[in-house]
């Protein structure tokens, strides 16, 4: 039986690459960063290396990289930071769609004192520009948009959304630890003041992201400690992860962008073959590796099972959310009926799938889906 994995919105595998470069961190190069000593220096030189590595990537400066343990805690940081920070603004704008680190995240703030605005989407995904303009205040402390959508890949367009904050004079922070080396980011082009990175979702190891904080923002730390992160994110550094994070960085192609994009088209073409079936998210402005698909009257839980027994991994939404049964807040906010939101599944390929590993699935998908039809109790 074939073993294929179409989770990797979820996380991906670690590239070889990348394990080579982390591997010497483990039992050569262990030495703290923050030791003084020739050993400890020759790591912090490492660790130094990297942060220039990523913040090149977006248009950074060196300096604006303060290294994390991923995007929960990035996205924490920045929303949680700028609150306990700013004593005159209090109003923070975010979507319906957005991770729940960060949907939990300003629910938390609302009981500490601030008011949020969660922007509407229309039916795939995108928020209006018109509605942020008209949400922004002068008690507005930030707009948190994600970029790229975890679950339906709906791409948000930062350079617009960032004119309007630069013009209202608000802070702008955008997840993108799904995009990030899958769309362009340019910290300057698009102005962004902070922004969320992670490695799981690049070929790169648990554990380790980052956030941009541009210079001169004034932001609360999460963690006290030594001072670590320039006293900004305290916590001996995770300088194997760290490593990894900059070599899958490092080793990110447009042609796996291009080859992805060429396979999740195919994807979906092939997809919408099978007897009705609804494609979730816009079909062209989505992240490259995006596929997040509703089999109309038969569970989603119950596609994904007998995919499973099949050797194939997909998901029913967020992993994070995973634990929930409870209808996915993405698919609600572009206005499915539960019944149809139910019945989706997410697949996410990766610069490893195959064109061969797509005709698998959708040969045993079509079996599958036959067969629940002809068993559902619901009205097809």
């Not at 992670?198 to 999460?222: A, D, M, Q, R």
């Not at 899958?248 to 992805?260: E, Y």
Request: aromatic share 6%; proline share 2%; net charge positive.
């Amino acid at each position: 039986m074939k073993n294929i994995y179409l989770d990797n919105a979820a996380t991906t595998k670690v590239d070889e690459k990348v394990l080579k470069e982390m591997l010497p961190y483990f039992n050569e190069k262990y030495a703290n960063a923050s030791s003084s000593h020739s050993f400890g220096q020759d790591v912090k030189h490492a660790l130094d290396r990297s942060r220039k590595t990523i913040a090149k990537a977006i248009g950074a400066k060196t300096s604006e990289i303060y290294f994390t343990s991923g995007g929960t805690e990035s996205n924490n940081f920045a929303l949680k930071g700028l609150f306990f920070s700013n004593k005159e603004k209090n109003h923070i704008i975010t979507t319906k769609i957005e991770h729940d680190c960060v949907i939990n995240t300003c629910k938390w703030l609302e009981t500490k004192g601030a008011t949020v605005t969660y922007l509407n989407v229309d039916q795939v995904g995108n928020i209006s520009l018109e509605e942020l303009k008209n949400s922004i205040t002068d008690k507005t402390l930030v707009v948190s948009i994600i970029h790229g959508n975890n679950e339906i890949g709906t791409i948000q367009d930062l350079v617009e959304i960032g004119k309007i904050c630069k013009e209202k004079g608000c802070l702008f922070h955008t997840d993108a630890c799904q995009s990030f080396t899958k769309v362009e980011i340019n910290v300057k082009k698009m102005n962004l003041d902070l922004v969320t990175l992670n490695s799981h979702k690049i070929h790169g190891p648990k554990g380790v992201g980052c956030l941009y904080i541009k210079e001169g923002i004034k932001i609360t730390p999460l963690f006290h400690g030594g001072g670590h992160e320039r006293k900004l994110r305290s916590g001996t550094e995770n300088v194997s992860g760290i490593v990894g994070f900059s070599k899958a960085v490092d080793i990110r192609s447009s042609k796996d962008v291009k080859k992805m994009t060429e396979l999740r088209d195919y994807f979906i073409k092939k997809l919408l073959e099978i007897n009705n079936v609804t494609l979730n998210g816009p079909r062209t402005n989505r992240l490259c590796n995006n596929i997040n698909i509703s089999f109309n009257n038969i569970e989603g839980e119950a596609v994904g099972g007998y995919l499973e027994n099949e050797g194939i991994y997909t998901s029913t939404g967020s992993a994070c959310a995973s634990h929930s049964l409870e209808t996915s807040h993405v698919l609600k906010a572009i206005g499915l009926e539960p019944l149809q939101a139910n019945s989706s599944i997410r697949i996410s390929i990766s610069k490893f799938t195959e064109k061969s590993d797509i005709d698998y699935v959708i040969e045993k998908l079509s079996k599958i889906v036959s067969k629940l039809r002809k068993i559902s109790p619901l009205v097809n």
